[in-house]
């Protein structure tokens, strides 16, 4: 068993928080309208959901920071049960209102919950481990999705309405269990690598200092190149989920597909690790070489969703798919479209995984790391509430199709150019060793930096 307060012990903390929360979260969002035959409400809760999550994550450094890890995730667990009962409320009501406001409220949560998961996952580990952190995390995250999964198919295998109010409760008792493991998470200070070293020396930060360092991401160098893929990383949940997933399959066959996708993630996630640590490597070629593979399998995955979107222009129960909706018995029909979705979830995996290398490679320390990850996450669900939202405005799939695919071309080259800059350390690390960045922390944000050094110290590393 690690030690508790090792790196290994709280990443697997914040991974079990994870699994039991968000993880429960994308198990009902990946069936499709969270379950419901109506996917409208479930569209326009997720983008209250996103809008929030996008203030609420480039804020998130800053509260992290100032409250700490522990109580800002103890409590932002909690939104994550109170938007999944406001589902009971609307299966005995059919008002959608609660549950509108409730994923307002969880996007609060959320955002403040991932930027401490990224604090955790990316800043406490050795460098020569990230990758290796990063797939662990993640599998046991999509773990969460998998199990969720398993539950409404199970108890609606032979039910085919939206599902009922004993799922809503089981999903309710998860989140609020994830709630009280969070409170066994310590301060990042008090976090000991098995060399001795500490995971961050910083202690903890002044309200007035962080906000200043946050509006400061708005003119960082790597944030502003990293804005296409932080925008793209979630965008195309909208499109796989509602007008994929919900649109041309039954609703047990969505449970169905749902387990596909988040074992995927777990295989897919697994599989990048061993590429991102492969030692044998410099640490940018691994990242170059995951770039490259990613790019590949995605463009391939989509090119295959265009030929099935070619097939239908609506969903849901008249569905105009050839056939009506697929249920998984129908083995000649569902092969093809399930492994599809099947490596949808892998391709995901890898896109996710190697966005969080990349940000680990920015910075090693801690509260740096809370800014980065904050402000990622945040412009992530700006564009997922806009996907979201152009779900539940019926824009026409094929449109939607192309759109997701051009972002994820666009975002490519910031990202390669990122990682040619990566060295086999960190990117600020050799400014936190500095007595200036001990007394300042704002020097690594310092517009007046000469940032060519770093780059051109970067190529010679390589």
């Not at 490597?281 to 030929?307: D, E, K």
């Not at 099935?308 to 609506?314: E, F, I, T």
């Not at 569902?334 to 995984?353: C, E, T």
């Not at 695919?405 to 490519?412: D, G, H, N, R, T």
């Amino acid at each position: 068993m690690p030690r508790y307060h090792s790196p290994l012990a709280q990443m697997l903390i914040m991974s079990l928080v994870c699994f039991l929360c968000p993880g429960m979260f994308n198990a009902l969002n990946g069936l499709g309208g969270a379950g419901q035959l109506d996917t409208h409400t479930t569209n326009n809760a997720n983008t209250a959901l996103y809008a929030t999550f996008c203030v609420f994550s480039i804020a998130g450094g800053g509260i992290v920071n100032v409250f700490g890890v522990r109580y800002t995730t103890v409590l932002s667990c909690l939104t994550y049960a109170f938007y999944t009962g406001s589902y009971i409320y609307y299966n005995d009501t059919g008002s959608g209102i609660l549950t509108i406001v409730a994923g307002g409220v969880l996007g609060i949560g959320a955002g403040i919950l991932w930027t401490a998961q990224g604090v955790v996952m990316v800043s406490y580990p050795p460098d020569a481990e990230k990758g290796r952190y990063i797939s662990i995390f993640w599998i046991i995250f999509n773990l969460g999705g998998l199990v969720g999964g398993v539950l409404p198919f199970a108890i609606n295998f032979y039910h085919s309405g939206s599902l009922t109010n004993s799922v809503y409760t089981l999903f309710v008792i998860f989140e609020c269990t994830g709630s009280v493991a969070a409170m066994f998470l310590i301060p990042p200070a008090r976090v000991v690598r098995d060399d001795g070293s500490h995971a961050t020396i910083v202690a903890a930060s002044a309200t007035r200092g962080e906000w200043l360092e946050v509006l400061k991401l708005f003119k960082n160098k790597w944030m502003l190149l990293l804005l296409p893929m932080s925008f793209t990383s979630n965008f195309f949940y909208g499109y796989q989920f509602s007008q994929y997933n919900a649109a041309i399959f039954t609703l047990r066959t969505r449970g169905f597909n749902n387990l596909m996708y988040w074992t995927s993630q777990i295989i897919g996630s697994y599989a990048l690790s061993l590429l991102l640590d492969f030692s044998k490597w410099s640490r940018r070629h691994r990242g170059l070489y995951a770039v490259l593979f990613m790019a590949v399998s995605f463009n391939a995955v989509w090119a295959c969703t265009l030929v099935v979107q070619k097939r239908y222009s609506r969903g849901g129960e008249n569905t105009d798919y050839p056939g009506g909706p697929i249920d998984f018995t129908e083995s000649a029909r569902a092969a093809g479209p399930i492994s599809l979705y099947f490596f949808m979830g892998m391709v995901d995996a890898w896109y996710q995984n190697i966005a969080y290398w990349i940000i680990g490679a920015l910075t090693g320390d801690a509260r740096i790391t809370a800014r980065y990850i904050g402000f990622y996450k945040g412009i992530q669900s700006m564009g997922a509430a806009i996907s979201w939202q152009i779900s539940a405005q019926e824009v026409h799939y094929m449109h939607q199709l192309i759109g997701n695919w051009a972002l994820l071309v666009i975002s490519l080259p910031t990202m390669v150019y990122t990682i040619m800059q990566v060295e086999d350390r960190a990117l600020d690390d050799r400014l936190l060793n500095s007595p200036y960045t001990q007394h300042n922390d704002s020097s690594i944000f310092n517009e007046h930096f000469d940032w060519s050094t770093l780059s051109s110290s970067g190529a010679a590393a390589a």
